[in-house]
């Protein structure tokens, strides 16, 4: 304990911070609310009628100093895509983690109402990630592939675990497993990126179906989101577990189910 009645600790908790520091925190509090901002006149607008000059004027800035923060309308969008994947991706991580690795069903259908509770809750949001694409924009894929490929790549590692199970399965038997259509390696060899090298291993069969079952679960999300279905349509919900059902049938159809 010091003389002034405070230990060493305290003191420097006190003591002023630098200057580098205020100006960091300060930014990152501005960039934050341009964020917020935006986010609440993308729902009001949609993504093409985004302004800056509008978001300077709530914030009581002129365009000229908004600029220190967003460079222009792309950067904007960028970054509101962003943070829409990262949203979206950290709702199903959490919802797929809860589910016992073995239980791919399970697994499926965590991914899909997940999806689904996030985009009804963020309809704007999941519109400018999902939707129909801003005229005159296009994101850059160094910026958006990490975030935008986070729920695909929870799709692809139940995929590859479903594929080493049935591997596993076949090897105890003494069985191999036979195509059930000569579906050829290059319908699907656009996917062995670095992200998703580990695909090799999956037979071609296989990543179709996941595949084809996924685009079954965001064509229903669509649909309920953009309001395809009509605006008073009832039964929504069972609607939409009638479409996981359907799809969980043709992501395990033909790979000898009985083994799931």
Known sequence: MD????TRAEKRSRAPKTAQGIRERNRAAIESEILAIAK???????????????????????PSALYRYIENRDELLTRLIVESFTSLSTDVTKAEARVDRSDFEGRFRALATSLR?????????????????VPGFKASPTRTL???????????????????????QLHKSGKY??????????????????YFDFLQDVSPELIMNVLAAWNLIMGGVSAEVFGHYGPD??????????????AWRVAAGGLNTHTL
Do not use: C, N
């Not at 995929?159 to 199970?165: R, T």
């Open 40 to 62: 609440r006149h993308l729902t009001q607008v949609g993504a093409p009628a985004l302004s800056l000059r509008s978001i300077a004027k709530e914030l009581e800035m002129t």
């Open 3 to 6: 003389s002034d009645g405070g």
């Open 233 to 246: 349509v009832a039964g929504a919900h069972a609607m939409f577990d009638a479409w996981v059902d359907r």
């Open 177 to 194: 497993m036979e195509s059930t259509d000569l579906l050829d390696t290059a319908a699907v060899e656009g996917l062995f990126t670095d």
């Open 117 to 133: 509770k996030w985009a009804l809750a963020k309809p704007h949001e999941f519109g400018l990630i999902y939707g129909t694409p």
């Open 146 to 168: 990490e975030a935008g490929t986070r729920v695909f790549l929870l799709l692809a590692r139940l995929g590859a675990d479903m594929q080493a199970f049935i591997d596993q």
